[in-house]
C-alpha cells in the first residue's frame, strides 16, 4: 500500500539571524507573544493541507484562539500588520479570511519535487482558460449517429482563433524586457499574471524602474548568488521585489517575500535562502 498523497510537512528548520524585520515589529507590539505567535503560525501552516489556514470558519477561529493563547482581536491585528508586511497575502486576508504564507509553498518546492503530488497552489484563485477542464457533454450535445451527407466544410466553421493570453499586446512587450532580465526563468505563465496584476499599469519608465530593481536585486539581494534561492518571477512581483531598496552591498540585507525576516533584513550567514528545506524534512 502506498503513502497517502499528502500537501503537508512534518519539520521545516528555524534558522537564527541576527537581524529580523518581521520579528522585530512584532516583538516591539506584543513581545514575546508576538514572536511565538508567528512561529507557531509557521507551524499551523507547514501541518495544515494545501498550506493554508482558513479562519472565516467559526471552529478554525476558534482553534487559533486556543492555539495562540491570545485574543481575537489581537490576533487579527497581528495578522493585519502580517498582511501589511507582506508575509502573509493581504487580499487572501482581507477578503477571506484566509492565511496564505506564498513564500513558505516557494521554500518548499525541493521537499514536493521528491512527492509524486505537487506543491500546492494559491487557494482560491479562479483556473486560467487552458487549466479549466472542459464541461461534459450532454445529452441534446452527442453527435447524431448518422454523419451529415453534405459535402465540404459545415456552416459556421474557419480557421481557429488564437487564445489571448492575460496582457494586452503592448503589456506584453514590456512584460519581454523583464522576463528577459529576470536570472529565473520558470512558471512564464504565473509570471504573467502578476505582471497584468501590478498597480498601475507598468508604462515604459516604470518598466525600467522594475528592470533596474532586478539589477540591484542581482547585486545586492544575496538570494540572487545561487538559482536555487531565486524567487520565482511571479512570486517576485506579486512580492513587489521592485519596491526593495538596499542600503549596503554584498547581500547582507535585502527585501523580498520571505516568512521568516518579511521585506528588508538580513539573512543567517551559510542560508541564503531563508527557508531552505534540508534532509530534515519527511514526505514523498
Not at 13 to 29: A, G, Y
Not at 215 to 225: L, M, P, V
Request: one cysteine or more; aromatic letters at 10%; hydrophobic letters at 30%.
Amino acid at each position: 500500500m502506498g503513502r497517502p498523497r499528502k500537501q503537508t510537512v512534518d519539520y521545516f528548520p528555524h534558522f537564527v539571524s541576527t537581524d529580523s524585520r518581521t520579528k522585530f515589529i512584532l516583538e516591539q507590539s506584543w513581545g514575546n507573544d508576538g514572536y511565538a505567535f508567528w512561529f507557531k503560525l509557521l507551524e499551523l501552516l507547514g501541518r495544515s493541507e494545501g498550506h493554508y489556514y482558513d479562519c472565516s470558519a467559526t471552529a478554525n477561529e476558534k482553534y487559533l484562539v486556543a492555539l495562540m493563547k491570545l485574543d481575537k482581536d489581537t490576533i487579527s491585528e497581528i495578522l493585519e500588520v502580517l498582511a501589511d508586511l507582506g508575509n502573509i497575502d493581504k487580499e487572501l486576508w482581507e477578503e477571506r479570511k484566509v492565511i496564505w504564507c506564498q513564500s513558505l509553498v516557494d521554500n518548499l518546492q525541493d521537499v514536493y519535487s521528491k512527492r509524486t503530488v505537487s506543491a500546492p497552489k494559491r487557494p482560491f484563485t479562479e483556473p486560467t482558460e487552458e487549466e479549466s477542464p472542459a464541461p461534459p457533454a450532454t445529452a441534446e450535445e452527442k453527435p447524431p449517429e448518422d454523419k451529415p451527407k453534405k459535402r465540404g466544410r459545415p456552416p459556421g466553421t474557419g480557421t481557429k482563433t488564437k487564445k489571448s493570453g492575460p496582457l494586452a499586446k503592448d503589456q506584453q512587450a514590456l512584460f519581454e524586457k523583464f522576463y528577459a532580465a529576470y536570472p529565473k526563468k520558470v512558471d512564464r505563465a504565473t509570471a504573467e499574471r502578476a505582471w497584468a496584476k501590478i498597480d498601475p499599469t507598468p508604462d515604459e519608465a516604470m518598466t525600467e524602474k522594475i528592470i533596474q530593481a532586478v539589477e540591484a536585486s542581482k547585486k545586492y539581494d544575496s538570494r540572487f548568488r545561487d538559482r536555487q534561492f531565486i524567487p520565482n518571477p511571479a512570486s517576485w512581483l506579486n512580492a513587489k521585489g521592485y519596491l526593495n531598496e538596499y542600503t549596503q552591498e554584498g547581500g547582507n540585507n535585502y527585501g523580498g517575500f520571505n516568512p521568516d525576516r518579511g521585506h528588508d533584513e538580513q539573512p543567517p550567514a551559510g542560508n541564503p535562502g531563508g527557508f531552505k528545506p534540508s534532509g530534515g524534512f519527511k514526505g514523498n
